[in-house]
């Protein structure tokens, strides 16, 4: 009995448009570094935790560069299962289901038992365990793992509604109105061969509308190009509910549930990450200055919390770091440098007593000596049990900046003495002044 796992990693065709910018501008999202290592990385360990799973697909259509080539390259033999990397022949892409039609053969060779299908932008306690004996209790029928949030926030997500065997009677993508604070979570397990059987009904159908218009001179390319691009949840999920074959397993109030389409909630889940090294891998953290009596500067930075630094980093004994601090490689960090609640990445170069708060600093990036980059929190509020971050919105109803994180895109230099509060950065960009709540193009 096997399964397999897909991670659906999206491509190029929303990359430049993502609200993940600038960072999305020089490296592909699903390898962007969190708390160390890549988004898509944290996923594929997470298969680690069911023996069964014997290969995982990543699914997508960016094109095959030297980044993501190297990626796939450096995962070979590290896991017990395959790991291999399937690229979508439309650059538009194919949808969340027309990805996986189209490589059906693949997925269903070995004949496995279920497939777990994960969006890549999802940070989450996988109970991949827990979905695998609730699958097997349901014959033939699939299951998506559900969380709740807040009546406001529901809008944004798929929303079910179920009755008390957990089926799902109702499914509606991203109401206008509300319908149930009970969401899809963005992971599934699902029955191959009734999935392609009902995908295949879906394409077929197109597929013949396509000719008849056609044939009466009607079918433009957008048309044609609408018979390949089929979406899991519009085509799948609503069709299927109410049939007696599609679940839902809610996932606990105490397990963490995040989405990443911003920068800032990328902060938010290295939290999480970095909190599951200090249970499962404690040795990949920087040990706390508490834990080992490291009053004294001459016996290292002064470490708060969970911290991760990368080997090749140089921190000066009298920084303090953390909590939740990632470090990339070959960062310098100066004398008296302070950071707190941030990830900065390779290259970049925090000068002496300077200080980053809530921020993500770009690759190969410099803020001068005494300097502040200082971001606003990304957390969901705490006096409510079912919200969740803003992961959606750049700006509110009227084109304002929302307070976020601050973001440095690659390259960009800030002068010593100055002030970034609440800002986006564009890469490359050589900053002499102070500037709060503005894109800076």
């Known amino acids: 009995m096997s399964y397999k796992a897909i991670i659906l990693i999206g491509g190029q065709q929303h990359q430049h448009g993502s609200i993940f910018r600038p960072l999305s501008l020089d490296l592909p999202t699903p390898l962007f570094p969190v708390a160390g290592r890549p988004l898509v990385q944290h996923q594929i360990e997470v298969c680690l935790k069911v023996q069964a799973i014997t290969e995982v697909l990543l699914i997508g259509c960016y094109n095959r560069g030297d980044t993501l080539d190297q990626f796939i390259t450096s995962l070979q033999g590290k896991y017990p299962f395959k790991v291999r990397y399937l690229q979508e022949y439309n650059p538009m892409g194919l949808g969340t289901g027309g990805g996986l039609y189209h490589f059906r053969d693949q997925i269903l060779a070995t004949d496995p038992r279920g497939m777990f299908v994960f969006n890549c932008d999802v940070c989450c306690d996988f109970p991949l365990r827990d979905m695998i004996e609730f699958y097997e209790s349901k014959p033939n029928s699939h299951v998506i793992l559900g969380t709740t ?17 957990h089926q799902v009677r109702h499914y509606v993508e991203k109401p206008e109105t509300f319908v149930s604070n009970l969401i899809n979570a963005g992971i599934y397990l699902l029955s191959p061969a009734d999935f392609f059987s009902h995908i295949r009904s879906v394409y077929n159908i197109r597929a013949m509308h396509t000719i008849e218009y056609m044939n009466n001179g009607d079918s433009t390319m957008d048309e044609v190009t609408h018979v390949e691009s089929i979406s899991l949840e519009h085509d799948f999920l609503a069709k299927i509910a109410g049939s007696a074959r599609l679940y839902v397993m809610e996932l606990s109030r105490d397990r963490f549930w995040s989405q990443i389409k911003t920068a800032g909630c990328a902060i938010y889940a290295s939290r999480f990450y970095l909190y599951t090294y200090r249970v499962s891998y404690p040795e990949m953290l920087s040990p706390n200055s508490s834990d080992t ?17 990368h080997s090749s980093a140089k921190v000066d004994t009298s920084a303090h770091l953390g909590p939740n601090v990632s470090i990339g490689a070959n960062v310098v960090i100066a004398s008296g440098v302070r950071v707190r609640e941030s990830i900065v990445l390779d290259g970049a170069r925090l000068e002496r007593h300077s200080c980053v708060l809530y921020s993500v600093v770009g690759w190969n990036c410099r803020v001068g000596a005494w300097s502040r980059v200082e971001g606003m929190p990304n957390d969901p509020d705490a006096d409510d049990p079912h919200a969740r971050p803003n992961a959606d919105a750049l700006f509110d109803s009227e084109g304002r900046l929302l307070p976020s994180s601050t973001i440095l895109g690659q390259g960009v230099s800030l002068a010593p003495e100055k002030m970034l509060l609440n800002c986006i950065v564009l890469p490359h960009k050589s900053l002499s002044a102070t500037y709060k709540h503005q894109i800076i193009l």
Not at 149 to 165: A, F, L, M, R, W
Not at 293 to 309: A, F, H, K, R, Y
């Open 149 to 165: 949030v807040n009546e406001k926030q529901s809008h944004h997500y798929g929303c079910i509604v179920t009755d008390p065997s």
């Open 293 to 309: 009596l490291q009053s004294d500067s001459n016996m290292g930075p002064c470490i708060t919390g969970n911290v991760w630094i």
